[in-house]
């Protein structure tokens, strides 16, 4: 899908339009799926905390400036190797329990995307740091990883917390997980 609204996008410039953007969120889990509804008024549609999930995974994607996000239990049940990154630990509105968030970019190129390989090399040891509370040396691993791609949003994110945290939380008592309090 992103690779077709990139080729969309540039059909649409070429006209005077504005491209469209987009955000995905995949989750695997179980729901509840049928028409739903009254006699009247039938909807086929699916429910459940597997569809919550997805749906935050969907919000989230403007907060971490990425396109496609997907749960842990997505990642573990995919049958090939796709390049991604871990986004973080989370827990969203509505649960207690955190879940492993990723980034999936395989529909990326060298121009959306520079240095793809040495940025994720780099944004995963500064993600290591962030997680074990030497945020510190993460910021530093984090500017890094923009300098190596200036539209990494999620880098950029990752240097705010890192000051947010330096600023007024106590390393000792971090536990690595992120809490999302909008839908």
């Known amino acids: 899908m992103m690779t ?11 006209t005077g339009r504005e491209p469209i953007d987009i955000g995905i969120g ?24 597997g569809v919550n999930l997805a749906a935050r995974l969907e919000s989230a994607t403007k907060q971490y400036g990425a396109h496609i996000l997907i749960s842990q239990s997505c990642l ?13 630990n989370v827990v969203v509105k509505g649960k207690t329990e955190p879940v492993g968030v990723y980034e999936l970019l395989d ?3 060298e121009e959306s995307f520079p240095n793809m390989i040495e940025a994720l090399g780099v944004f995963r040891d500064g993600m290591e ?6 945020w510190e040396k993460g910021r530093i ?10 539209q990494d949003k999620c880098a950029q994110l990752y240097i705010e917390r890192c000051d947010h945290l330096i ?13 999302l309090t909008s839908k």
């Open 4 to 14: 077709e609204l990139r080729g969309f996008n540039k059909m649409l410039e070429r």
């Open 26 to 49: 995949l989750n695997t889990g179980h729901v509840v799926s049928g028409n739903i509804g009254s006699p009247k008024r039938m909807d086929y549609t699916v429910i459940g905390d």
């Open 76 to 88: 573990d049940g995919l049958k090939s190797s796709y390049r991604h990154r871990k986004v973080d």
């Open 107 to 109: 529909y990326h190129t």
């Open 129 to 134: 740091c962030y997680q074990n509370g030497s």
């Open 141 to 150: 691993l984090f500017e890094k990883a923009l300098a190596l791609n200036p």
């Open 167 to 179: 600023a007024n939380v106590d390393p000792g008592l971090w536990d690595g997980i992120w809490i």
